[in-house]
């Protein structure tokens, strides 16, 4: 008996052995099913993978283009990849301290070379879902359930949930879930027996590689798996105490080895350059899961309306499992969790992260009540947790869901209980067979669970993300007539300065040219002047001049103090040229950067001022 099976399943044997040729088609099967949503998902870029961004955030979009170009350009020049001075000059970004993706922009930087960033975050976005469902398949079919029908369900759900999906929108790291599934498994397998050293080390390369891709959801999983083992302990004590030993001895060295491969990085995101401590007034905390959101369809379902968020309000669609996918899965863990563990467990999971999700107050329809949530206990500076957002433990819950629905389609297909040995089995039916009427009644009724579950899954299809269309850079900068205005050392200031709100057109010239030239500000988490973290960089007096310029649509009333910041700000920017391109407040701005320096050139499609004699 594998022990593994024992520790996900309480199993007598382990699935039965099937002739190669069928678990493998339908692993292929699986697996090619997986990419073609996967392919779906992104279908509205593909039409023009060049000029296309998320409609719904296209800034956050862009700092991921721009980070696979980080990832291309930190191999390519063979710099330090944990901080970048390309962006934010001349103070730069701690990559570590940010959601900076290296475990994937590092390997893949020769395709980026290749392909470009706007191909590779296309393509990456929609292989890093069907890789998450491929390996939550994988675990499912080897480790839990008998059925591959089953598994195929449940990692369909685990790599296309809607708050997986809603993630999609510009937020490739919370769909790079790939190596959970796999992190789960070796955590389960920490108590085998004689295996204390191979099952540590599998797993402390997994956390490792999993820091390098995404912190928050290897907390999450981490968290998870913690209740996990506890509740598995309590409902079988002997069997967990007779293996802690092992267990604790094969997660010392998963953690220990962990903590080695990693000590440097973390190290570095804590205390490097541009690091800070936590958000400026916690503003994570207060982003708790509403009620309503649970039994509401998400925008990017098939059964979706955008209409709804002007109810529940614009929040992240972490959970959103519309009203039929609750009821299923509600009336399987009642059908489920006497006989089975794994549904035990799974119930346990759901209710705790269920409720630890709904943040400082209790939100219902949109609106806020005035009941404490768990939050409202949770200090705002808390070690781990201290920019962890509420509603986001409901990605747990869907996990939890992914893996009940593979029960439940595998208790339908009959493999819910051990095999009976054969010679029981055999006088077992000749004496006590169930009725050609019992027969016929089963079959009625696991036609009625399949149906049921189809139905609460066919609405939460995704449909392809919503894109919009967006200018290319300006010829000059594409075709490097930038280059001899733009000496070593100093930078090419754009107007507007990139920004978390202004800017996203500028943003872009830097990841489409290989980042070749610094930037000033940015989209990013950086350190105020008390340490805590902020997003994007502070504003300086010509930046924070430009911003109000452009809401306005009006030049304000100049002052000749303003003129004088304007130099101070270029000559902290360490600015060589200051480059405006095509802009739907272009004339606005051309006018405000023309009384603060002077007339500009128009050198190719940009309007130019030379500020090199003025550093």
């Known amino acids: 008996m594998n022990s593994s099976s024992v520790a996900v399943e309480p199993v007598a044997a382990d699935p039965p052995r099937q002739p190669r040729r069928r678990p493998a088609r339908a692993d292929v099967l699986a697996i090619a099913a997986y990419a073609l949503l996967g392919v779906l998902v992104c279908l509205n870029y593909w039409g023009d993978v060049q000029h296309r961004v998320s409609s719904h955030l296209p800034t956050d979009h862009s700092w991921f283009e721009w980070l696979f170009e980080h990832g291309a350009y930190s191999v390519r020049h063979l710099e330090n990849p944990l901080f970048t001075a390309r962006q934010n000059a001349p103070d730069g970004v701690n990559m570590m301290a940010n959601t900076s993706l290296l475990g994937v922009t590092l390997p893949l930087a020769p395709l980026t070379m290749l392909l470009g960033p706007q191909v590779m975050y296309a393509f990456y976005l929609g292989a890093a879902l069907s890789a998450t469902a491929a390996t939550s398949y994988w675990m499912l079919s080897r480790h839990l359930v008998r059925s591959r029908a089953a598994a195929f369900v449940g990692g369909a759900f685990l790599g296309f949930a809607p708050g997986i999906v809603h993630h999609a929108n510009g937020q490739p790291n919370f769909v790079s879930n790939f190596l959970l599934p796999l992190i789960v498994v070796r955590v389960l397998r920490l108590g085998e027996p004689g295996r204390w050293l191979r099952n540590g080390t599998a797993l402390g390369l997994l956390v490792a590689y999993q820091i390098f891709i995404n912190e928050e959801m290897l907390l999450l999983t981490a968290l998870a798996c913690l209740v996990i083992v506890v509740a598995y302990g309590v409902q079988r004590p002997r069997v967990a105490w007779s293996r802690a030993g092992t267990f604790?001895?094969?997660?010392?060295?998963?953690?220990?080895?962990?903590?080695?491969?990693?000590?440097?990085?973390i190290w570095f995101q804590f205390n490097g350059p541009q690091s800070y401590r936590?958000?400026?007034g916690g503003?994570?905390?207060?982003?708790?899961?509403?009620?309503?959101a649970f039994v509401t369809f998400a925008r990017d379902t098939v059964a979706g309306d955008e209409a709804v968020e002007k109810t529940i309000g614009m929040t992240e669609q972490n959970s959103w499992f519309g009203w039929p996918l609750v009821l299923v899965a509600l009336i399987a863990l009642?059908?489920?969790v006497r006989r089975s563990l794994p549904a035990r467990i799974v119930a346990v999971l759901v209710v705790v992260f269920t409720v630890a999700a709904i943040g400082p107050k209790v939100r219902f329809d949109g609106v806020e009540t005035t009941v404490d949530g768990p939050w409202a206990y949770v200090p705002d500076d808390l070690p781990l947790v201290e920019m962890m957002m509420p509603t986001r433990l409901t990605l747990v819950v869907a996990g939890a869901v992914g893996v009940l629905l593979a029960l439940a389609w595998n208790a339908l297909a009959g493999n819910g209980r051990p095999p009976v040995p054969a010679p029981r089995a055999a006088a077992d039916a000749a004496t006590s067979g169930p009725s050609p009427a019992a027969r016929r009644r089963r079959r009625w009724l696991r036609g009625i669970g399949y149906a049921a579950i189809v139905a609460a899954l066919l609405p939460l299809l995704p449909r392809p993300l919503p894109a919009q269309q967006i200018d290319p850079p300006p010829h000059f900068i594409t075709a490097g007539g930038w280059r001899p205005y733009v000496p070593a050392g100093r930078t090419l200031v754009p107007v507007?300065?990139?920004?978390n709100v202004h800017g996203?057109?500028?943003l872009r010239w830097s990841a489409l040219t290989g980042q070749q030239f610094p930037i000033p500000g940015g989209y990013f988490i950086g350190p105020n002047e008390n340490g805590e973290g902020v997003f994007g960089a502070p504003n300086r007096p010509t930046s924070t001049l430009i911003y109000s310029t452009m809401d306005a649509d009006k030049v304000p009333a100049l002052t000749e103090e303003n003129r004088r910041q304007a130099l101070e700000d270029l000559r902290f920017w360490k600015a060589s040229v200051v480059v405006l391109g095509a802009n739907p407040r272009e004339p606005v701005l051309r006018e405000l950067m023309t009384q603060l320096l002077g007339p500009p050139q128009r050198v190719d499609d940009v309007w130019l001022w030379d500020v090199r004699d003025r550093g």
């Open 496 to 499: 507007p300065i990139p920004s």
């Open 504 to 506: 996203l057109p500028t």
């Open 283 to 292: 503003v994570f905390h207060s982003w708790g899961e509403d009620l309503m």
């Open 248 to 265: 604790l001895a094969s997660g010392g060295v998963a953690g220990g080895l962990a903590l080695l491969l990693t000590a440097y990085p």
């Open 278 to 280: 936590g958000l400026q």
């Open 334 to 336: 009642v059908l489920l």
